[in-house]
C-alpha cells in the first residue's frame, strides 16, 4: 500500500461529497453495472459489499437481497452511503468501517456474496493476497471483484489509476491469487485495458 489507511481515509473523505459526480466515465459505469449484474443476490442472500464508498452498489443490490452489509475506511465516504439509503428509503442495508483484511462482519453473519468495485487496487499485491484469503475465510459463494486491473501493459497515461498513490495488479495475479484461496474463476470481463470485472465462485468441498 503506497499511503498509510488513514491517509486513503482522509483522502476520500475530503472528496466524498464529490465523489459521485467524478466518477463519470464509460468505463467506470460499465464497472459497476457489470458488478451488479454478476453479484445477481437472491431474497435470501446477504451480500458484504467491500470498499462500499457512496454506496452505490450496495444500494443497487438491497432492492433483490436479504441484506447489503457496506464496509469502507472513509467515514466520510460512509456519511454520503448512509444518506442516499435514508432518501430513498431503503432499510437492509448497513453501513459501516470495515476493511479488506478485517471486515468488521460478526462471527455469526453468514456471508453468501462478496462484492468490491475500485477498491482493492489501494492494497500492494500482498495485501490483496491476504485480502482474498479473509475473503475466502468467511465462505461466500460468490465473489465478484470489479477494479483497475492490468490486461496488458500498465499505461499511466491513462486515467484509471495514479501511480503515487494506487498498486492495481494483472489479471493473472488476481486470477492465481483468487484460485490459491480456493475459488474457481467463472467470468472474466474487460471493460479497458485497466479495468475489469473477475466473478468467482467457491469450490465445492468434498462432502459438497
Known amino acids: 500500500m503506497k499511503k ?3 491517509e486513503h481515509a482522509a483522502r476520500f473523505s475530503h472528496i466524498a461529497a464529490e465523489y459521485d459526480d467524478s466518477q463519470d466515465s464509460d468505463e467506470y459505469r460499465a464497472c459497476v453495472s457489470l458488478v451488479v449484474h454478476y453479484a445477481d443476490p437472491s431474497p435470501e442472500d446477504v451480500v458484504l459489499d467491500l470498499g462500499t464508498g457512496t454506496g452505490a452498489i450496495a444500494l443497487a443490490l438491497a432492492p433483490d437481497a436479504k441484506r ?23 432499510e437492509n442495508v448497513e453501513f459501516d468501517e470495515g476493511r479488506f483484511r478485517d471486515p468488521n462482519v460478526g462471527d455469526d453473519e453468514q456471508i453468501d ?3 468490491t468495485n475500485f477498491a482493492m487496487h489501494h ?4 495485501e490483496k493476497r ?4 479473509v475473503i475466502a475465510d468467511l465462505e461466500p459463494r460468490r465473489f465478484v471483484l470489479g477494479d483497475v486491473m ?16 494506487d498498486d492495481p495488479a494483472t489479471v493473472g495475479f488476481l486470477a492465481d491469487a483468487l484460485t490459491d484461496a480456493g475459488f474457481v474463476l467463472t467470468a472474466v470481463e474487460s471493460v479497458h485495458e485497466q479495468v475489469g470485472v473477475l466473478v468467482a465462485e467457491r469450490a465445492p468441498t468434498a462432502d459438497e
Do not use: C, H
Open 4 to 6: 498509510t489507511i488513514e
Open 68 to 90: 447489503v452489509v457496506g464496509r469502507d475506511i472513509s467515514e466520510g465516504m460512509l456519511e454520503q452511503a448512509r444518506t442516499k439509503a435514508a432518501e430513498v428509503g431503503i
Open 113 to 115: 456474496i462478496v462484492v
Open 123 to 126: 492494497l500492494s499485491d500482498e
Open 130 to 133: 491476504e485480502a482474498i484469503g
Open 150 to 165: 492490468f490486461f496488458g501493459t500498465p499505461d499511466p497515461d491513462e486515467p484509471f489509476y495514479s501511480p503515487e498513490v
